[in-house]
DNA sequence: TTTCGACATGTAGACTACCGACAGCTAGAT
DNA sequence: ATCTAGCTGTCGGTAGTCTACATGTCGAAA
């Protein structure tokens, strides 16, 4: 009934865990997901449903890089880090959103 | 292969045809598109495929009303208007938009 | 007076990206 | 021994968009 309230804009999702890579380097799926939570201000909460298919997504794309490693929490974990087209990808996304948000931010200045 | 690239960022879709019914108001299908097109300054094109499935969703939610008329052009056209619902959707919306942008800014900006 | 382009509305099917709900496994604490 | 938190994943469903098609009308040009 009700509308679905996105808490990831959709279509960032990719955008966001691209730039907490950047920010933040190399990175496990559970941390990166964690810190996406915790910007936002604890408002967005960040199904493992939506990161896990999104870095698998991200990796055979070639924009991010995966090895195996162990936590800080002594766990084996997948660890995640931008590839050089990832980068380039990065700034491609980020431009495309500025795009976006210009666009309708005009949209909702109209007035005549 | 090519990711596919939104021209309507996603969800936004109801947001611009709301606005575009409050600073216009009273509108038909076709001139709605047009006018969305025109704003986003030709960039943007809007396939009829969105836009009328969009109207329907729009009416069944009561935002809008339709009602048969005559164009400018003479002819059989449905003009679509805001109801009273459909302005606090829009405000909704609006506000909702903001969030995620803010949000998204956010993320930008970090740099920690 | 046919015919063509712009105007106008719609539907079907595919696709993307997200979410909720599971399932399962491990380390360390109780 | 059991439990909790950390951690990785899958399945199925859903929303919203796009492409492509189908249908028809008006007015102007040929």
């Known amino acids: 009934m009700s509308k679905q309230q ?3 804009p959709y279509g960032t999702l990719d955008l966001l865990i691209l730039k907490t890579l950047e920010t933040m380097g190399t990175m496990h799926g559970y941390a990166i997901a964690r810190r996406i939570e915790q910007v936002s201000g604890e408002t967005l909460q960040l199904s493992q449903g939506s990161v896990y ?3 698998i997504r991200l990796e055979q794309e070639g924009w991010i890089r995966e090895e195996w490693g162990i936590s800080e929490t002594n766990r084996k974990v997948k660890f995640y880090s931008l590839t050089r087209t990832g980068r380039k990808q990065l700034l491609a996304e980020v431009a ?4 976006a948000t210009a666009l309708v931010a005009r949209f909702l200045e109209a007035s005549r």
């Open 6 to 8: 996105s808490e990831v």
């Open 53 to 55: 298919p999104a870095l």
């Open 96 to 99: 495309s959103w500025e795009k």
